[in-house]
């Protein structure tokens, strides 16, 4: 019932800068929180930054100061602008948000199929 498609990741060298995007389509009334997560290969997947819909955010530490989290409602879109990347930032970035249908009362979750992205020494 929605779908979410992630673009802009890709290969950068260390200190590098990207911008992860993820558009949210199908039946939408509203967005609660829109939320970035990366997973790397053998580790967890740890929620990276989150934006509220009056536009509070929260980051981990290790992206703190590194990434910004952004979204416009009017598009249902969320961007992650990421700044001085490290290797450690190497993974698969999964977009998830909380979603209210069209005349529904409950907010349900959804995921998208993840974007790679490779930080190299």
């Known amino acids: 019932q929605v779908q979410l498609v992630e673009s802009g990741g890709g290969l950068v060298q260390t200190g590098g800068s990207l911008r992860l995007s993820c558009v949210a389509s199908g039946n939408i009334g509203s967005i609660k929180v829109m939320n970035w997560y990366r997973q790397a290969p053998g580790k967890q997947r740890e929620l990276v930054a989150a934006?509220?819909?009056?536009?509070?955010?929260n980051y981990a530490d290790s992206v703190k100061g590194r990434f910004t989290v952004s979204r416009d409602n009017a598009k249902n879109t969320v961007y992650l602008q990421m700044n001085s990347l490290k290797p450690e930032d190497t993974a698969v970035y999964y977009c998830?948000?909380?979603?209210?249908?069209?005349?529904?009362?409950?907010?349900?979750?959804?995921w998208g199929q993840g974007t790679q992205v490779t930080v190299s020494s």
């Open positions: 934006i509220h819909t009056g536009g509070t955010t």
């Open positions: 998830n948000v909380d979603v209210q249908h069209y005349g529904g009362m409950y907010y349900y979750n959804y």
